[in-house]
């Protein structure tokens, strides 16, 4: 058999998987699969940096091609994967075969899309290069922007509209934006920057229809009647593991491809990582599937070195980590909001900057930070050595008048 690690998936974490193979020093061949034709980039700047007003923005590549064949490894772009066949250890690209001796797949998450028809133009996801472009073009041009859902990605969208002085509006189906990420509390709380800001929040009500003339965006209709004005619509609905390439494969998919704590997919050989992966996390001791580019990259290159060294594999465990930047403010999230109980132990909710410690039973589960970069990571240390809500809440205070500054009255729901 040909000795080949074969990397589905030219994203961060195919890119990592590549780069930690041939640190750990493998010899063999390793070919890097990717659908779109651009070598591996850095996504979080396609809604962030790539869509500031200004000058043009930066290439978010991170590797030239000649540094990745310097690597030894063979590019396969612009061409997805379309099977694998875990018994031959095949996967097909463009009706061809390529044998693999060990597999990561890193084929990541598709932007969720409204149900129905064609859509007009102008009417996009935030998903790709290609997209930011197209985004990033439409509000240069001045458009008026309509945001359908108000997660992070539409929230910076949304920012980014604001910044060139643009009207713009979010529509979310839910009462409360947000509720599935930090509770309906905070996901209220972080609202309010919106409105601060001057975008229009719209909750609790589901879009119609999107109306053009002439092949052109033009009015967002709501269920309930309202026709909302737009020459840009970005829709931020969610995402999809993207798996349907391996139905019949034998691989198990389940909100993701079915991992254990070691990455390892149901077939012999084959490993996932990144925003496709959903694997047990020994540290929660759960599964759980995460979009986040830290994971994305330290899983990439896990499920490599123990794709390739099996006998010697090493388990992956990780405290989420996630950021967010709305209207030049950092929003940061670590662990899991597994418990609705939190309490404010910096700042208040209602002021440009918090922090807050969510508890699960009697530990300490996740952090969220508004504009509190000195914070947050201490707190992801501590949920990583499983600290007690007490001990968290007796180092905020310890520390408080000392470094942070004094807090507001901490309030606890």
């Known amino acids: 058999m040909t000795d080949r690690l074969v990397v589905v998936g030219a994203s961060l974490a195919g890119l990592r998987a590549v780069e930690a193979a041939r640190g750990g020093g493998y010899g063999g061949e390793i070919a890097l699969i990717g659908a779109e034709p651009h070598l591996p980039y850095d996504r979080p700047p396609l809604s962030k ?19 990745l064949e310097d690597l030894g490894v063979e590019l396969v772009l612009g061409a997805s994967a379309t099977a694998i066949d875990t018994g031959n250890k095949t996967i097909t690209v463009r009706d061809a075969e390529i044998a693999y001796s ?47 859902g108000a997660g992070f990605i539409g929230s910076e969208v949304a920012s980014a509209a604001r910044k060139r002085g643009l009207p713009v509006t979010i529509v979310e189906a839910l009462p409360t934006p947000l509720t599935r990420s930090v509770g309906p509390a905070l996901g209220s709380a972080l609202t309010r920057l919106h409105t601060r800001n001057g975008t229009e929040v719209i909750c609790g009500v589901v879009v119609s229809a999107i109306e053009g003339e ?37 691989i198990m998919v389940d909100n993701g491809i079915v991992c254990d704590e070691f990455l390892a997919t149901t077939a012999d050989g084959v490993y996932a990582a990144g925003d496709v992966a959903n694997w047990r996390n020994p540290l929660f001791g759960r599964s759980m599937r995460i979009e ?80 509190g970069q000195r914070h947050i990571m201490k707190y992801r240390n501590l949920i990583n050595k499983r600290a007690t809500f007490d001990e968290a809440l007796a180092f905020a205070r310890a520390r408080a008048s000392s470094s942070w500054g004094t807090p507001a009255s901490p309030e606890s729901v």
């Not at 597999?103 to 149900?115: E, K, S, Y």
């Not at 609905?237 to 798996?243: D, E, Q």
């Not at 330290?298 to 405290?319: D, F, H, I, K, M």
């Open 292 to 371: 986040h580019w830290t994971s994305a990259a330290e899983q990439g290159a896990r499920a490599a070195l123990n794709a390739l060294n099996p006998s010697v594999a090493q388990t992956y465990s990780t405290v989420p980590y996630f950021w967010s930047d709305w209207y030049g403010h950092r929003i940061q999230f670590v662990g899991v909001p597994s418990g609705q109980e939190h309490e404010v132990v910096s700042g208040s909710l209602d002021s440009d900057h918090f922090v807050v410690l969510y508890r699960d039973g009697d530990l300490l589960s996740a952090a969220l930070t508004l504009n």
């Open 102 to 148: 060990a597999a990561v797949i890193a084929t990541g998450a598709d932007a969720r899309r409204l149900p129905g028809g064609e859509t007009p133009a102008g009417v996009h996801m935030l998903r790709t290069h290609d997209d930011a472009l197209a985004v990033r073009a439409a509000l240069d041009a001045g458009a008026r922007t309509v945001v359908i």
């Open 214 to 250: 002439v092949g052109e965006v033009r009015r967002v209709r709501l269920e309930e009647g309202t026709a909302l004005d737009a020459d840009l619509v970005v829709v931020g609905i969610g995402t999809v593991p993207a798996t349907d390439w391996l139905v019949g494969s034998g």
């Open 49 to 67: 940096k790539t869509l500031e007003p200004g000058a043009p923005p930066e290439s978010t590549q991170f590797r030239s091609r000649e540094m």
